[in-house]
């Protein structure tokens, strides 16, 4: 059982979203079930900073040694903020996924998307696995 | 539902990722993939491959039959020796690659890829139907594993008291191993030097905790099928499905010296590879080195200026080059100018004499 942690929101896409609460910017990463399931990350593409998004929209990629994967902005509004450490050193997907792994940050606007729970995706990645 | 190897419940207590693999529930990764790769390359990795399918001809015409299934001449092998070859179809289609082993004056074992065996049974005892031999497909009775690495030795041989240093490369030497009847094998498919193990289902599970255990002080590491086939690429050898298929012959391949017209009679395959064997091929198979980070993939199309050139057919991040690598059928005569469309973009690569790896002797 991968770690999910209860204080973030979670897309069906196994993406976290935290700082949802206070309403302006959110960050956005994969979830350790995800960086689990592609194995080692050799690769991340991110969006542009200053670039603008709508809630869904394919964002950037994830490569690892087997598969790609699309990253998703989880909600609308402008990209303001890109992890380029992580770009430089893709493995920390893998050691810190809601950590030093986060990928971008959204400046929100309009209402976002349904998110999901912890305790929602704890249930959709039970199923999947 | 994927059938499990004798190993299964070692793999489940060591944590790996599991996957289906050609019906096979195989493990896919035990921790890092590119930590695995790399034990390989510098120590030593440990593989189950136990997928793989194991058909026995037994026979004083056994050799004889083989020469008309196969396109190799496997009568002319020596005991103890092994051989790479082919199946072909009666088009010169490759239905599987194969290793042979000769382990008597009239004994054989075919060894076929885990997607193909029960094909390659099936036609192995439609073909040898008018010689004197008996064909057994023991695939179920068998379980496969690899040491492999610069290390693989030293590990055996605390093992083992087979001579070792007299095995060759594409050798096999039926022995005793942590006190269980073994095949060992000098072959493999990561371009390292290696040993491959056939046991009986049985030892499998104690074998493989006689050899982790041996190996390490060396930096032994359990590895997965991800990491066999990054190292596999490197290495410059195909994977049937990717760069060998029904619809490509061996000289498409690039494979055309393990066809042996030159031995006697009539074979599977003899007209109609006879027939093509001159042809200046349409495309060869290459290697591609990306410029950029992102990875070429199996089936991703090659292009120049825009127009296709060629397919990818097995794609990889490299662990030892640092950069993304692919195999590729590419044009003849194409080899400036070429990209990879990556979904969309055209990502360049620079073209490159296979393999990428070879080990330094």
């Known amino acids: ?129 | 539902m994927s059938r499990p190897t004798p190993l299964r419940d070692v793999h489940e207590s060591l944590g790996a990722t599991l996957t289906d693999f050609a019906g096979w529930l195989m493990p896919l990764r035990y921790g890092s993939e590119s930590a695995e790769h790399n034990a390989v390359r510098q120590a030593a990795g440990l593989f189950d491959l136990s997928h793989m399918g194991e058909i026995f001809l037994t026979g004083p015409q056994a050799g004889q039959a083989l020469d008309y299934a196969l396109v190799g001449h496997l009568s002319a092998l020596t005991p103890g020796r092994a051989r790479y070859t082919m199946i072909v179809n009666g088009q010169g289609g490759v239905l599987d690659d194969l290793i042979v082993y000769r382990l008597g004056d009239e004994e054989f074992m075919v060894v076929a890829n885990a997607s193909n065996y029960e094909k390659v049974g099936n036609e192995l005892k439609e073909r040898a139907k008018a010689y004197n031999v008996v064909v057994d497909d023991r695939s179920d009775q068998y379980a496969l594993i690899a040491v492999q690495g610069p290390r693989s030795q030293e590990i055996l041989a605390t093992l083992t008291g087979a001579d070792l240093d007299g095995l060759k490369y594409y050798a096999g030497l039926p022995s005793v191993v942590d006190g269980r009847q073994a095949l060992i094998a000098r072959t493999g498919y990561t371009g390292e030097d290696g040993f491959e193990l056939f046991v009986a289902n049985e030892d499998a599970a104690p074998l493989w905790h006689a050899l982790m255990a041996a190996g390490e002080p060396y930096g032994i590491k359990p590895a997965g099928l991800s990491s066999r086939d990054t190292l596999r690429l490197e290495a410059g050898m195909p994977l049937y499905g990717n760069e060998l298929s029904v619809e490509l012959t061996p000289f498409d391949a690039g494979l055309g010296r393990v066809v042996k017209f030159d031995k006697p009679g009539d074979f599977v395959g003899r007209s109609a590879l006879e027939a093509v064997k001159d042809d200046p091929p349409r495309r060869r198979l290459v290697g591609l080195v990306a410029r950029g980070r992102r990875v070429p993939r199996h089936g991703y199309p090659v292009t120049k200026d825009g127009a296709v050139v060629g397919e990818v057919t097995s794609g990889a991040p490299s662990q030892t080059l640092g950069k993304p690598i692919a195999m590729a059928y590419v044009d003849t005569g194409v080899e400036e100018g070429l990209a990879v469309d990556i979904r969309g973009s055209q990502e360049p690569m620079d073209l490159v004499e296979l393999p990428f790896y070879r080990r330094k002797k």
């Open chain 1, 1 to 129: 059982m991968s770690n999910i942690p209860d204080e973030l929101s979670y897309t069906k896409e196994h993406e976290w979203v935290a700082g949802l609460d206070d309403g302006l910017t959110v960050t956005v990463g994969i979830t350790a079930y995800a960086a689990e399931a592609l194995g080692d990350v050799v690769y991340v593409q991110l969006p542009d900073v200053g670039s603008n998004v709508e809630g869904g929209d394919s964002v950037g990629e994830v490569e690892s040694t087997k598969s790609v994967s699309e990253i998703y902005s989880p909600v609308g509004g402008e990209i303001v903020e890109i992890n380029q450490a992580v770009a430089d050193d893709p493995s920390l997907v893998n050691s810190d996924p809601y950590g030093e792994g986060w990928m971008f940050r959204v400046r929100v606007e309009g209402d976002p998307r349904d998110l999901l729970s912890a305790e929602e995706y704890a249930g959709l990645t039970s199923g999947e696995s």
